[in-house]
């Protein structure tokens, strides 16, 4: 008897004849996942993919790992053991327990794929039910409304009963779906937008802007923690470093104060897209929210918009802050976005920014600057930390 997990495929069911692509992808991401935790045969068959442990290992990590692949939509541990049905109700007295062990009722239901198994569904559910009921006393049997379902799988290759799924990481298999280059700051908001395109199975490029020595070591040292994090999400990525202190001095000394963060951000947005362009990705990504920010309202937003001709994709549009603060603690950056070090947007933000910048208006302030200098020189000197890109 071997311990294994069961992962349920989500959306790329519905893919029709780009199935296989999808499922390979899927696969493969797996594996990248499951590749530091221990050493693990994965297969995928009827849109459930299996992940045996090769001798000792760490289950639980693996699970952990599992469900946080884009594209499963259920992860289960389940006990693989003989097609024999005297070792399948052993297998269910001995393993089940914990599972069962905060519950009042149950339900055991029964799939054999293999028809040559010589008890029907409805007797083996029979079977396991009572051996179920007889070692754990403190539960009933409840066909309408049970609090676990006790499931028992007859495949070709074994027997495995489980009890109780675990919400998978739903979306679609990372990579499936195109490239996108994420502008990412230390806050709360831009790591969350990586994570819900990269759920949508779009391979993420992060890109950060960083301006020594207005912003220290230890505030870069906090995207690279936070792109770490990511790469649970987004297996491979490597950050991308912008050094943007030369594009913000110049904005600084020519144009005019209250314009000053829309300007900075237009260059931020032409930056991206020339790192859009040669990484031949298809849109950009920011974690903007309506209204949050000055920088934020719907008039800013166009004249940002109108900088370059990129699809900019902003998942955080319509969310409240405490939305976006709930994700980010659960995929695990929240800790790490509010330690306090300074961002390059914030240190040299005016007193009164323009809430409502007029497009022609920040034209004319821009001509005041060499636009294709000072991007081809930051385009010049991107650093690469970590990764496999
Ligand atoms: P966040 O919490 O993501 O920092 P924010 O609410 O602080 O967002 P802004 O500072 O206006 O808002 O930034 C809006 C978006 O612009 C960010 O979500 C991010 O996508 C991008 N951005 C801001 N600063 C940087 C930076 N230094 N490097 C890369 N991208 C940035
Ligand atoms: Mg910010």
Redesign the pocket.
């Known amino acids: 008897m071997t311990e294994v997990i069961l992962a349920k495929c989500g959306e790329i069911v519905l893919k029709g004849l780009n199935r296989k692509g999808f499922e390979q992808r899927l696969l493969k991401n797996l594996r990248a996942a499951l590749r530091d935790v221990g050493t693990f045969e994965t297969s995928l068959s009827q849109s459930i993919a299996y992940i045996e442990p090769v001798g000792e290992q760490d289950v639980d990590a693996a699970f952990e790992k599992t469900c946080r692949v884009f594209g499963f939509v259920g992860v289960t541990r389940a006990l693989k053991c003989e097609k024999d049905i005297g070792a399948i109700c052993r297998a269910a007295a001995e393993y089940l327990p914990p599972f069962l062990k905060d519950k009042k009722t149950f339900k055991a239901e029964s799939r054999r794929a293999d028809k040559r198994f010589p008890l029907t569904s409805p007797e083996i559910s029979r079977e396991v039910g009572a051996a179920v009921l007889k070692s754990n006393a403190h539960l009933s049997a409840d066909m309408h409304h049970p609090d676990v379902v006790v499931m028992t799988e007859i495949r070709e290759d074994a027997a495995y009963i489980h009890a109780g799924q675990t919400p998978g990481a739903g979306g679609m298999p990372y990579g499936s779906n195109g490239k996108s280059v994420?502008?990412?700051?230390?806050?709360?908001?831009?790591?969350v937008?990586a994570y819900m395109i990269a759920k949508r199975g779009v391979s993420i490029i992060p890109?950060?802007?960083?301006s020594p020595p207005y912003t220290g070591e230890r505030a870069k040292q906090k995207?690279v923690k936070l792109a770490e994090i990511l790469r649970d999400y987004c297996p491979g990525i490597s950050l991308r470093v912008?050094y943007?202190t030369e594009a913000q001095k110049a904005i600084l000394e020519n144009c005019r104060e209250d314009l000053f963060?829309v300007i900075m951000?237009r260059f931020?947005m032409r930056i991206a897209y020339e790192v859009m362009r040669r990484h031949r990705a298809g849109s950009l990504?920011?974690?903007?929210?309506l209204g949050?920010?000055a920088?934020?309202t719907m008039q800013a937003l166009s004249v940002t918009d109108a900088t370059t001709p990129a699809l900019t994709l902003r998942p955080?549009i319509g969310m409240d802050k405490e939305e976006i603060i709930r994700i980010s603690r659960r995929i695990g950056t929240f800790e790490t976005?509010i330690e306090p070090y300074e961002?390059?947007?914030?240190v040299f933000t005016p007193r009164h920014p323009k809430t409502k910048p007029d497009l022609r208006q920040v034209e004319e302030e821009e001509k005041k600057l060499d636009i294709d200098a000072l991007v081809g020189a930051a385009m010049e000197n991107i650093e690469i930390i970590g990764g496999e890109q």
């Open positions: 994420l502008l990412l700051s230390g806050g709360i908001d831009s790591p937008a890109l950060h802007f960083f995207v912008v943007f963060t951000r931020m990504v920011t974690g903007e929210s949050q920010v920088s934020q955080l976005s961002d390059c947007c914030t």
